[in-house]
């Protein structure tokens, strides 16, 4: 399995809440559609966001402010365009 940080150009070394390019970042955001579906609710998007980050390394580094900063960015980039991907159920 490809890890999709690795599939755009970074490493585990790498990795900065700050630098995540858009295309990084829609890369995220369609990692968790696929995974989780594209009709969860804003507590449930940031738990798959959460579980998506937890193994990578620099991550538990970033701070409050520069997480919830991309949480909002992910969350409205969730939202821009449909993709088909699993369902959740509530």
């Not at 696929?34 to 609710?41: A, K, N, P, Q």
């Not at 449930?44 to 409050?64: Q, R």
Request: with cysteine.
């Amino acid at each position: 399995m490809v890890d999709w940080y690795e599939c755009k150009g970074m490493s585990y070394e790498e990795f900065n809440v700050q630098e995540l390019s858009s295309d990084q970042k829609q890369g995220i955001v369609n990692l968790i559609k696929h995974e989780f579906g594209s009709v969860l609710s804003e507590d449930k998007f940031e738990d798959c966001v959460l579980l998506v980050f937890e193994d990578i390394s620099g991550f538990e580094c970033a701070s409050d402010s520069d997480f919830n900063c991309l949480i909002n960015q992910l969350w409205s980039k969730y939202h821009e365009a449909p993709h088909k991907g699993k369902i959740s159920s509530k």
